[in-house]
């Protein structure tokens, strides 16, 4: 049940850290993975090794998401599996951020899921199955102090409601939705924390498992969403944090 033979895959943000993981893990599970990224050079590397497909593809321009579905569905069907994924980190206390910088991390976080769903989804819901998980975080559900990353924890919580909305509107058409919230996980965008050892330190320190997660143990979850083996899940948060936010 947790095999996906047959099936098709799009991640978005596929090119690296978590969103790589998935993908390979997905293909390892049998299914064909479309990495969707704005990283072509590592995107392309990965996709060749998957035996697998590259789009290029920015999460953030609707019209280019739009297009990108359209093509694939004609050229590959509508994707069995959708793993919204891309995503980015700015960090700033909230009286000196930006307004550019705002907008930049909800739109890559929070309207890019929108965008990357609704585009997918739409032929998974006209097909009748399918299954979306969506990459929030568990800033999505609590602050974690020191970092001063209030756009993040926004946009993160706003994923968290809008997969279970998507989830309750799809559920009787056959495809589920979920997301997933990791704690901290050695990715390039966690480990560059190691030059704030008042941040880094803290993140150890205050998950009960005392490490970071590995992207791997992100795609083992990502797996079981994706699979029939969640077959009656839809509209939950899974979180993987070490312990964390318990
Ligand atoms: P990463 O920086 O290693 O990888 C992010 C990928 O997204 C890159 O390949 C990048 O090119 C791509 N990307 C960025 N903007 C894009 C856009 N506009 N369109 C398409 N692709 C885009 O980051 P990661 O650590 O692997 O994070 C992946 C996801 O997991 C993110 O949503 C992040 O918020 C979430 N997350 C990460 C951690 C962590 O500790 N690493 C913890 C919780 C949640």
Redesign the pocket.
């Known amino acids: 049940q947790f095999g996906l033979p047959g099936r098709l895959a799009l991640v978005?943000?596929g090119?690296?850290?978590?969103?790589a993981a998935i993908g390979r893990t997905l293909a390892a599970a049998g299914a064909r993975v479309i990495v969707?990224?704005?990283?072509e050079a590592?995107g392309t590397a990965l996709a060749q090794d998957l035996g697998g497909l590259f789009l290029r593809?920015?999460?953030?321009k609707p019209q280019e998401v739009d297009a990108a579905a359209r093509r694939t569905a004609a050229e590959h069907g509508a994707p069995d599996v959708v793993v919204a994924?891309?995503?980015?980190?700015h960090n700033a206390p909230s009286v000196e951020l930006r307004t550019q910088d705002w907008a930049r991390v909800i739109d890559?976080?929070l309207s890019?899921v929108f965008h990357t769903c609704r585009a997918f989804g739409a032929g998974m819901v006209e097909r009748g199955s399918g299954s979306v998980v969506c990459?929030?975080?568990?800033?999505g559900e609590i602050v974690v102090w020191p970092q001063p990353q209030a756009a993040y924890n926004a946009a993160?919580a706003g994923v968290n409601l809008l997969a279970k909305s998507l989830a309750v509107e799809w559920a009787a058409r056959g495809v589920r939705v979920n997301a997933i919230a990791?704690?901290?996980?050695a990715?390039?965008?966690?480990l560059a924390g190691r030059s704030r050892p008042e941040w880094y330190d803290t993140w150890i320190d205050r998950t009960p498992m005392h490490r970071l997660g590995e992207?791997q143990e992100i795609a083992n979850c990502a797996l079981f969403l994706a699979s029939d083996a969640s077959s009656f899940v839809t509209g939950t948060v899974l979180t993987v944090d070490g312990g964390y936010t318990a």
């Open positions: 978005t943000g090119a690296k850290g978590i969103g969707a990224d704005i990283d590592a593809l920015d999460v953030t994924n891309a995503g980015i980190v890559v976080n890019g990459i929030s975080s568990m800033c993160k990791p704690g901290y996980t990715t390039e965008l966690t992207p």
